[in-house]
């Protein structure tokens, strides 16, 4: 009995190794994974090498493994042979010898379940391969502009800030936010309140009537399903995390909402899937600091709208275009000058294969403010995640993408900016039908 729940343990291990494709991909495409690595700048190119190395490590603890515990099943079939056959002296020398055979299988199975460690933790700090488009660069300024919605320029003289704006009119009170929590957690009131639940609404019901099924996740996320999307290992400590339970508050509804599918395993009739969740946010945004983070422009909490979706590899480039014109017509709706950005490999995310960026103009701050970023991650978070599909009677990754629709502070911002006039900030038409006013004065 003991021999067979070796066996068994040995193989649920084997089964249950979230990297094992992600490492079989590292082997094959080395030389593309390390091209794309640099396009990111990504420094720790030996862990390639490493992962490959640990692999081959677990690889050969397991055949070692698999041939004791084979063995054991061997001579335990001789012994009972054996036994029936009179010969007592020689099963007792065979049981001997499987006594000693299953302490070498238990140290093997623990050098293993080592190696198995050791393998994941190299993995984890591998970031996803750029997609072919994604060109080389280290930051923000090596950016693609991909489109701008209009020429932009400030509003000149005399134009006030969003900050000022939100005091002005008793919008937003940052001051009294520092003194219940600190600073970056503002306090609506009146109008500036309807307005944030005016365009949380607004933003859901468009992405419901393009085909997203509206989920409500939870706040607070456990451990594995941060390392599922990508958020751990936490390398910027950026995510509060609740000491007493093993929790994380979400930096983004993508986290829970895409951990629905965590060790799910979905019939091909079942894609497409599309969800959208508004909810709370919350990032430490540790290290911000100075004028580029006044106001709404960088906050600890905040209101985002999210979008989620679960594809075939096949379609899912075609999909993230779609996305991108989803935002678009959002963007439209809120009459704001607006443009595309495709992020350089230095610039996406960690999880991320491409990434488009979207900025709207900040008419009295006279800068470009990113409100919303459309993500495909191929089968990097998939992978983690063991989220398959089964087609043709096999199983295989799907591809996971999000993107914001949208953020709502930099969407604020840009909105009380732009629209300022001498009687007030005059709201859209498709806003003010929502907030149930025009104008705020």
């Known amino acids: 009995m003991e021999d067979q729940q070796l066996a068994t343990d040995n193989q649920q291990l084997s089964t249950n190794n979230q990297t094992m494709l992600q490492v079989n991909f590292l082997r094959e495409n080395k030389e593309r994974v390390l091209e794309g690595l640099k396009k990111r700048s990504f420094k720790e190119l030996d862990l390639v090498d490493a992962a490959i190395n640990a692999d081959d ?33 020689e099963a007792e020398a065979a049981k001997s010898k499987t006594s000693q055979y299953k302490e070498s299988s238990k140290e093997l199975q623990s050098q293993l379940n080592d190696a198995e460690k050791v393998l994941t933790n190299i993995l984890y700090q591998i970031p996803n391969v750029p997609y072919e488009k994604v060109v080389a660069g280290v930051s923000a300024d090596d950016n693609e502009i991909i489109y701008e919605s209009t020429t932009v320029e400030g509003l000149g003289e005399g134009a006030i800030p969003h900050w000022e704006l939100a005091k002005k009119y008793n919008l937003i009170d940052f001051e009294l936010g520092v003194k219940i929590a ?9 109008k500036g309140a309807r307005l944030q639940r005016a365009l949380v609404q ?15 996740p939870p706040h607070v996320v456990n451990e594995a399903s941060g390392y599922g999307t990508g958020q ?15 929790l994380y ?29 508004f909810s709370q946010c ?12 006044r106001g709404l422009n960088r906050l600890h909490q905040f209101e985002k709208v999210e979008i989620v979706r679960l594809e075939k590899p096949e379609n899912s480039y075609a999909v993230l275009e779609e996305m991108v014109e989803h935002i678009k017509s959002i963007l439209e709706d809120l009459e704001l000058p607006y443009r595309i950005l495709r992020l350089c490999g230095g610039d996406t995310g960690f999880a991320a294969a491409m990434t488009y960026d979207f900025e709207v103009w900040s008419a ?4 470009w403010l990113e409100v919303s970023s ?14 398959r599909y089964k087609s043709d009677g096999k199983s295989q990754l799907v591809h996971t993408l999000n993107g914001s629709a949208m953020a709502l502070p930099r969407i604020m911002a840009a909105l009380l900016e732009n629209n300022q006039t001498e009687e007030g900030i005059r709201l859209p038409k498709k806003i003010a039908d929502y907030a149930k006013f025009e104008l705020i004065n």
């Open 282 to 293: 919350y990032r430490r945004e540790a290290g911000s600091y100075g004028a580029h983070v």
């Open 249 to 277: 508050l979400i930096p983004t509804a993508e986290v829970p909402v895409t951990n629905l599918y965590r060790d799910v395993l979905l019939d091909e009739k079942d894609l497409p899937i599309k969800n959208t969740a």
């Open 57 to 89: 490590e677990r690889k050969k603890l397991q055949f070692e493994l698999d041939s004791q515990l084979s063995e054991i099943n061997k001579i335990s079939k001789e012994i009972g042979i054996l036994m029936k056959d009179g010969k007592k002296e």
């Open 182 to 190: 600190g600073a970056g957690f503002p306090v609506y009131f009146g």
């Open 202 to 216: 607004y933003f859901l019901d468009k992405n419901v009537d393009a085909g997203y099924l509206e989920v409500n």
């Open 364 to 367: 009295a701050q006279e800068k």
């Open 374 to 387: 459309v993500s495909n991650f191929e089968t990097f978070q998939a992978n983690r995640l063991k989220c």
């Open 232 to 246: 751990l290992p936490d390398k910027e400590g950026q995510m509060y995390y609740i000491n007493a339970d093993d």
